[in-house]
């Protein structure tokens, strides 16, 4: 089934827009400093307890109210006046930043011991899922609001190189920052990126909600939402082959334990390694930029998911620190053409009165994959070890991609 869009190949189209690049710039720091936290996260909990399967609760911890409250987070988001519920989300996740620069203190540390550090952390954690099942699909549902129809293809490319670029720089700044200011140093200047955000946002319009039956239940809405990805079969296709991708392909979540105890690089070497996918990612956004697809969308997003499996099980197999990177970068580049593909479809197929909804069933589904994704890895690296976990993710990975071609024709037959 073909998508209409426009054929203007303008790279710059969407970003000729003043209200886009204060959203663009805003997010860029939201994303950077979250990103910084969570490979902070990642390396104080595993430093905190020396346990594998511990990294793998902080992403429990995140997924378990994220999922729980997605489906009603997007009724709540069609009707609500956009700009207000994201700077809302973006403040409470500078006062979740702050909580954990005060048990990263010493005065923290000399009253309680690294077991209630680590259950503190994740109490935190837990709140910023909440926040997250509002904030997160809020971001895209402006996007769409601010940039006409016939630029939407332009500006998710835009909208996903930016998160790309945010996500790398986030990881390997916040390796460096981990070994040069130690944690919380490191807090304070995520405390300083999440607010230099929050004053970028404060520049968007309101955005009420677009004219429909507010009034109705909010089950009803919520089932409305979800009857719509349902049948709509190639969206459908597209979000669950993300979500089982991501879920299995999530090696990511080990990488704190290969940089400390495998490849032994320390955390300078763990914040670029950290970084590696999202490099790749940002090297394929920027070609997509410049040269969109035109055709064979469909078939090119299960070829992109099978070659990112093939790159999991060699980094799984990795000794060396140049084939690890190398393998996550490549992984990247191809996870950046699946998620703009994907992006480009929800966005051109789903009516702005329901975008609130449809994104958080994608949140629900793909976005929340990544956490129940690291605590898979988690758990599996505690009974299979570090090493069989990564490659039972990859090959499981490939089985999906592989399933969804044979299984989903009119995924595969899909162009925009």
Known sequence: MSIPSSKNNDPLESVRIPEFRFLLMGRFLFIMSLRMMSTLVGWWIYKLTSIPFAIGLIGLSEVIPALTLALYAGHFIDISEKRKLLLSGVLLYFCAAGILFFLSTRSTGAHLTKHWVAICIYAVIFCTGIVRAFAGPTFNVILALIVPRHALQNATTWN??????????????????????????????????????????????????????????????????????????????????????????????????????????????FGILNGAADIGSICSVLLLTIFPMQKNQGRRLIIAVSGFGICIIVFAFSKSYLLSFFALMLSGILDGISVVIRGTIMQLKTPDEMKGRVLSVNSMFVNSSNELGQFESGLMAKLMGVVPSVVFGGCMTLVVALTTWVKSPQLRKLEY
């Open 160 to 269: 996903q190189g930016a998160w790309l670029i945010a996500s790398v720089t986030g990881h390997a700044f916040g390796g460096f920052c981990i070994a040069i200011f130690d944690i919380p140093g490191t807090l304070l200047i995520i405390c300083g990126g999440i607010f230099a955000g929050w004053i970028l946002l404060t520049r968007l319009h309101r955005h009420h909600p677009i004219a429909h039956d507010i009034e109705k239940k909010t089950w009803d809405s919520v089932k409305e939402g979800i009857n719509f990805v349902f049948k709509t079969r190639d969206l459908l296709g597209a979000i669950t082959l993300d979500m089982f991708a991501v879920f299995f392909g999530g090696a990511v979540a080990m990488i704190p334990v290969y940089a400390s105890d495998i490849l032994k690089v320390g955390p300078e070497g």
